[in-house]
């Protein structure tokens, strides 16, 4: 292999190790979740069919028009179109023409029937908007889950490296006889115990990649990681009214909107079952030709003479020549088109009377849709308000928490260091110098928690105050 070619191979071995160890940020994410996600996509194509609907409502406004053509051969026994006799004899026939109807008045519902699907129209993309937050919401908590368990496993790779230390520390000192064989065991003991919990933070950040990835509609691979940027604790912020945060939220929530609507397209159902009861003016027509094999024509006369037709008041005799046909033929297939072209114009009016009591089942059914809606836009609004007020008191107890795990993860550190020095100077045994330092490393953990729940917390309270979705 030239040497060309080698460093070819490694450029693009180098290419493809660059591109699969790519990194995601939070909007990158939230990005690719939204044109990705199966749920999302199904909002997506929930909406596309409701524009299909209003598009179908708006072509009702036409005309029908349909055209036909037929191609039939009689055998034995059957009666000529043309001279409506019997004949015995093959005979084929043709039939052509166009029909169209126009609806001139039916109760307004094609008018009403589009107004509702506009309606509809509109919900389904509030429901899309409804399903777009909902997920960037997910892939916000997944994102930080992932920086929790992230910065969880250095805080435990961090105590690990620490106990490492003391270990090789006291072997020496076990060596040069200062200590006995138990610190050491001790020792071994926790490192062994931190190299656990090393690993227990590991499958906790595989996990919450895999609830990421999910959300992304991506395959797990472990080369595939997220920025990990520094997020700050929320800074101190005025205390948030519910009832405004509620107020304002309500006046652009996709949900609440959603079912406003939906609840103006089942009144405009009803009004369109009503006008079922309605009578239907349609106008019809339609332009519509033949041709058969018996419908003949002659192709020249021989003169016989006169005949007498009738006398007239004098008895005198009124004559006419008459000929003979010397032969005949089918008239040609376009002479018959053109011949038999014949055209209609009519209007029918249509007035319901007895339909199986469909039209009032319709109406009865309408009305149970609408109080229907009332009740799920009511529902939506209390939800709505529940989720609110449940988003700002999980804020004000993130905070609390956060604040009363951070003094004990202050406290806990102080101890946790008197706790080494003492122990490394021989005044603390191991025992106790185990429980200052596993004491210390759940209050870390815990305020870990802590924060990123309250980080969470605020960016929830955020979302629903209007604003953007970041880390920062």
């Known amino acids: 292999m030239s040497t060309k070619s080698f460093l070819l191979i490694v450029l693009l071995s180098l290419s493809s190790f660059a591109r699969a160890q790519k990194k995601w940020g939070l909007q990158e994410c939230i990005d690719y979740a939204l044109k990705n996600n199966l749920t999302v996509q199904q909002s997506a194509l929930n909406n596309k069919d409701s524009k299909v609907a209003l598009n179908q409502s708006k072509a009702n406004y036409l005309p029908t028009v349909n055209g036909f053509g037929t191609n039939n051969f009689n055998f034995g026994r059957s009666i000529d179109p043309f001279t409506n006799t019997f004949q015995n004899q093959q005979i084929r026939s043709n039939n052509f023409g ?129 920025e990990k940027v520094a997020v700050d604790v929320p800074k101190e912020e005025p205390a948030i009214s519910t009832n405004a945060l509620v107020t304002s939220y309500s006046a652009r929530g996709p949900e609440i909107q959603s079912a406003e609507i939906r609840l103006l397209a089942a009144q405009k159902g009803l009004t369109l079952a009503k006008s ?92 149970i849709s609408l109080e229907r809606s009332k009740l799920n836009l009511n529902q939506t609004r209390n939800q709505v308000y529940r989720t609110i007020t449940q988003a700002v008191l999980d804020l004000e107890a993130a905070k609390a928490r956060y604040a009363a795990a951070m003094n004990s993860y202050e406290a806990g550190n102080l101890s946790y260091k008197n706790a080494e020095q003492r122990f490394n100077a021989g005044a603390m045994n191991f025992t106790d110098y185990t429980v200052s330092k596993n004491n210390f490393m759940r209050a870390e953990a815990t305020m870990l928690q802590a924060k990123y729940e309250f980080i969470f917390r605020q960016r929830v309270v955020d979302f629903y105050n209007g604003k953007p979705i970041t880390l920062q």
């Not at 005799?317 to 018959?336: H, I, L």
């Open 98 to 226: 166009v029909t169209g109807s126009v609806v001139l008045f039916n109760g307004l519902q094609n008018y009403t029937s589009m107004q509702q699907n506009e309606l509809l129209y509109k919900a389904s993309e509030y429901d899309l908007n409804q399903a777009i937050n909902n997920l960037s919401l997910s892939v916000a908590n997944a994102y930080l889950t992932i920086l929790l368990n992230d910065e969880i496993l250095s805080s435990a790779r961090i105590q690990a490296e620490n106990t490492k230390k003391q270990l090789e520390r006291t072997e020496k000192l076990y060596n040069a006889g200062s200590v006995s064989i138990g610190n050491v065991l001790d020792l071994k003991a926790q490192y062994a115990n931190e190299q656990l919990n090393i690993t227990n933070a590991q499958n906790q950040v595989k996990l919450a990649y895999l609830v990421l990835w999910q959300l992304l509609e991506l395959p797990y691979d472990e080369t595939n990681t997220i």
């Open 276 to 367: 079922g009861r309605s009578p239907k003016l349609t106008m019809n027509g339609s332009v519509n030709t033949t041709y058969s094999q018996s419908f003949m024509r002659s192709t020249g006369y021989d003169y016989l003479g006169t005949r007498i037709l009738y006398f007239d008041q004098n008895n005198v005799p009124v004559t006419a020549p008459y000929y003979s046909s010397t032969g005949t033929e089918v008239t040609p297939f376009n002479q018959q088109l053109k011949d038999n072209l014949g055209k209609s114009l009519g209007f029918t009016l249509s007035v319901p009377v007895l339909n199986n009591w469909q039209v009032n089942n319709n109406i009865q059914r309408s009305k």
